[in-house]
């Protein structure tokens, strides 16, 4: 301490050493310096040892301080890169899902400025990605779309419009059409945080789904024509419209036979004949007239300007004449007809109920009628179409309680006056109006189809009663369209023949041009199937047909009966002798046998005896009776040619 003192004199005197001087050896680091405070003098001395000590510690402090954040600063660079990285791939990623969408997509700022504008939208309107992109604004983008032609309208208009609707708060929707037709929707929606989306879909194909589907619900599929709904929409327009003094008609038409075309030829076949059916009734339509398909073969018209039932009477004929025009189809030649129904507003209804069931009514008169023809509706078709009903009713009753008989008309031979055979028909006794004529059933059994049952009765009875005849005489069946189009005749013919006993060729099954006509080849196969059996084939009603010499070409008939027509007008000066006389000669040249039908008087006996025909059928000789009278008369006309013998 003393030594310190004396430095610290020598310090005051001015002597250097105390600036280079040791304690102890020990370097003072720090000068003395002057308060002038009370003439003191301050010295503060540090140790050199001391001070490196501390320096050396405040260094490592600040090099690890410094470490840390080097190493802080390095890890946030290397986050903020990661992070840069993820933001660019989740862009990227964004972008590609936004280009990808069906749907184009804009989507503006509160300026109306792109924010992002895909690539889907700028393929819809043919647009630059020049221009279609960030920072444009909505107007010169619609101006871009008019100037390539996506846009007719008033650009400045439009886009106030979406502006003013989107700052309210309010979606907007809207149509618009793209280059090549495309139908365009475009959906502005308001976004809270300021600006919108718009979302531009391509509706072209939902749209023509949506007009095929309206058109559907309106058109009937396969003719194009008005449907039911759109037939009567049509009819209460012009039900309204009717002035004082004119007249609406509406005509119901009905394809005769359709059904039987349909069985027999396919049902390719038949929409084929539907579809020439529709072209042709377009054809026979006046300006403001309307042609509808109501179903299956059901058609109707309205005819909006008839001034008389002579207007519709033309037209009904035009249609008779376009629709007998013969149809080919596949290799088929088709012909067809119709039965029409007529009803007249106002004289025969003015609400569209009453006029649709009176010209319903007017149809099934002329079905009754004998199809091929029409009819305008009267009062009494109503109670008439009742009957009708009734007896249908009864019928179907009938064939389950088994009301019904088969008679048999013997056939005379003409060269002998022996019978060679009978021809079994079918007879209903009814149990309140008695027998009821086959003229009345008859059609009502084909309209319904009930004819194919009632047909299989009579063949089965028929085969079991001749089996118990002379073993000479024949058995003639009437053959229906409809069993004829059925594929298992031949069997169902087999089988009435194993069940009863009978001979194959004591069977004559009957058939008519009609059969023939629908599809002759199908026919000539069932026909060759029989005649394998062994039954005999007989021609009916020959001549009241199209193409009877043609037929007799194709297929070896044994028989051809001559229309019941022909022989009671066969006296008369005309033509009807001459077409008897060469029948004959037909058959005769091919080996047939004739049967002329409707014989009643002995003069027309001895006239076809002259010409040559094989036999006769008729009330001169004997009607229709049933089988114990039949019994009765074979045997004694068996009896009386024993006798001559």
């Known amino acids: 301490m003393r030594r310190l003192r004396t430095r610290f004199d020598r310090f005051l005197r001015g002597d250097d050493d105390w600036r280079a001087g040791a304690v102890d050896s020990a370097e003072i680091m720090t000068p003395p310096k002057w308060l002038g405070v009370c003439g003191l003098v301050a010295a503060a001395a540090i140790l050199t040892c001391v001070a490196l000590a501390t320096l050396s510690l405040r260094e490592g402090v600040l090099l690890a301080v410094a470490a840390i954040l080097a190493l802080t600063v390095c890890l946030l660079l290397m986050r903020h890169q990661r992070i840069n990285r993820t933001l660019t791939a989740e862009q990227r990623q964004l972008r590609v899902a936004v280009n990808n969408i069906p749907q184009g997509l804009v989507l503006y700022d509160a300026s109306a400025r ?24 909505m107007r010169r983008l619609i101006e871009h779309r008019k100037e390539t032609g996506s846009f007719d309208g008033d650009v400045e208009a439009f886009c106030s419009a979406i502006i003013r609707s989107m700052s309210l708060g309010k979606p907007t929707r809207q149509l618009t059409e793209a280059p090549g037709g495309r139908a365009i929707e475009i959906v502005n929606k308001p976004l809270k945080s300021g600006g919108w989306v718009a979302t531009i879909e391509d509706i072209t194909e939902r749209k023509r789904a949506e007009e095929k589907i309206a058109h559907l619900a309106h058109y009937d599929a396969l ?3 008005p449907n039911r709904v759109l037939f009567h929409e049509k009819l ?34 038949g929409d084929e004949l539907l579809k020439a059916v529709a072209a042709r009734l377009r054809d026979c339509l ?7 398909r109501l179903g299956g073969d059901e058609f109707a018209i309205i005819q909006t300007a008839a001034k008389s039932p002579v207007e519709t009477t033309r037209l009904v004929e035009a249609i008779h004449a376009a629709i007998r025009q013969p149809l080919e189809c596949a290799g088929h030649l088709i012909t067809s007809d119709a039965s029409v129904g007529i009803a007249m507003a106002p004289d025969d209804g003015v609400h569209l109920d009453q006029l649709l069931k009176n010209a319903d009514l007017a149809l099934y008169g002329a079905k009754g009628d004998g ?4 009819r305008f509706f009267e009062p009494g078709m109503d109670a008439r179409a009742k009957a009708r009903r009734t007896l249908e009713m009864e019928l179907r009753q009938a064939i389950g309680d088994g009301g019904f008989e088969v008679y048999y008309q013997p056939l005379l031979d003409l060269r002998d006056d022996s019978i060679s055979g009978c021809e079994a028909l079918l007879r209903w006794r009814h149990p309140v109006r008695g027998m009821i004529s086959p003229a009345e059933f008859i059609p009502v059994a084909e309209e319904t189809g009930l004819i194919g049952e009632l047909g299989q009765l009579v063949l089965n009875t028929a085969c079991l009663e001749a089996a118990r005849w002379p073993d000479n005489t024949r058995i003639a069946v009437n053959v229906s369209p409809v069993q004829f189009r059925s594929q298992t005749l031949a069997l169902n013919v087999a089988g009435a023949l194993a069940a009863s006993g009978l001979a194959a060729s004591r069977l004559e099954l009957e058939i008519t041009e009609a059969v023939l006509m629908r599809d002759d080849e199908a026919a000539l196969a069932t026909l060759h199937q029989l005649r394998a059996i062994g039954v005999r084939i007989a021609l009916d009603d020959f001549g009241t047909g199209y193409s009877s010499l043609s037929y007799l070409q194709r297929f070896p008939f044994d028989k051809i009966k001559i229309d019941r027509s022909f022989i009671k007008s066969i006296a008369d000066e005309g033509s009807s002798s001459t077409i008897v006389e060469a029948v004959v000669n037909i058959a005769a040249a091919s080996n047939m046998t004739t049967t002329a039908e409707g014989v009643e008087q002995e003069w027309q006996r001895e006239m076809l005896r002259k010409l040559g025909c094989t036999e006769m059928q008729g009330f001169l000789f004997s009607p229709a009776i049933p089988a114990a ?16 013998a």
């Open 236 to 269: 209460e327009q012009a039900l309204k419209a009717i002035q004082p003094g004119g007249q609406v008609a509406v005509l119901y038409i009905d394809i005769d036979e359709f059904k039987s075309i349909n069985d027999a030829l396919g049902h390719a076949i």
């Open 286 to 292: 006046g300006e403001t007239d309307v042609a509808a």
């Open 371 to 374: 199809r091929r023809t029409y």
């Open 114 to 137: 792109i924010i992002v504008c895909n690539q889907p939208y700028l393929e819809m309107f043919g647009l630059s990605p020049d221009i279609a992109k960030q920072g444009c604004t």
């Open 223 to 225: 003719t194009d024509l």
């Open 629 to 644: 009278e039949i019994r009765r008369l074979l045997m004694s006309h068996q009896g009386r040619a024993v006798s001559a």
